[in-house]
Nanobody, 114 residues
Framework: VQLQASGGGLVQVGGSLRLSCVAS????????MGWYRQAPGKQRELVAT???????NYADSVKGRFTISRDNHKNTVYLQMNSLKPEDTAVYYC?????????WGKGTQVTVSS
């Protein structure tokens, strides 16, 4: 399984970005896709996840600002990020969990300038 993330960049405080992640390879029908992030000097943390059935989970710090969505036919997950804050600055990683195995993509940098 390979994951390709895109959409990161530099944005001002209060701005928006949309991340995308496409999964390819041997993907079965039931899996969780999500986004994690890692800021300099900090541990990687969960941002949001989405199951095949559409159940979503968000970190408290992004609730009401970020929205995760997915297109199962395209094996793609999106992260719409609004009202961005400097503390959202991090490398964002796409994750796919399938049959107990985690697959990670290369990260995409998101920088929020004040």
């Amino acid at each position: 399984v390979q994951l390709q993330a895109s959409g990161g960049g530099l944005v001002q405080v209060g701005g928006s970005l949309r991340l995308s992640c496409v999964a390819s390879g041997s993907i079965f029908s039931l899996y969780v896709m999500g986004w994690y992030r890692q800021a300099p000097g900090k541990q990687r943390e969960l941002v949001a996840t989405s199951t095949t059935g559409g159940i979503t989970n968000y970190a408290d710090s992004v609730k009401g600002r970020f929205t995760i969505s997915r297109d199962n036919h395209k094996n793609t997950v999106y992260l719409q990020m609004n009202s961005l804050k400097p503390e959202d600055t991090a490398v964002y990683y796409c994750d796919l969990t399938m049959r107990g195995v985690d697959y990670w993509g290369k990260g995409t940098q998101v920088t929020v300038s004040s």
